[in-house]
């Protein structure tokens, strides 16, 4: 079992070396560029604001009722909305640094 996980490690390993010289040297590409934008209209827009006061309410009724149901997936939502940016710009940039 060692042995096999071992050998796998390995091919993995051998494989990014062999793409990783390709990615360091790739042109940039704007192909996300739109959806990019379109995520960020919406986010700093009335979708984006609607879905934040919807996910304080959510915060709100989960603490009040214990309800973590409720409270982990609007907690999860402001997170995405708070700091999806900063998460998603190195993401979806368009130049590749190593």
Known sequence: MKR???F???LAFVAVMLVLPDIAHSAPAD???PIY???ETWRTGGLGRSI???SL???AAG????MRVVLMPSVAIALILGFGKDILEPLL?????F
């Not at 603490?63 to 214990?66: E, F, K, N």
């Not at 940039?93 to 640094?97: E, F, G, N, P, W």
């Open 37 to 39: 934008n379109k995520l």
């Open 93 to 97: 940039s368009t130049v590749a640094t």
């Open 57 to 59: 309410l959510g915060v």
């Open 63 to 66: 603490t009040l009722m214990s």
């Open 52 to 54: 934040l006061i919807a």
């Open 4 to 6: 096999k996980s071992t």
């Open 8 to 10: 796998l490690f390995l």
């Open 31 to 33: 192909e996300f560029a």
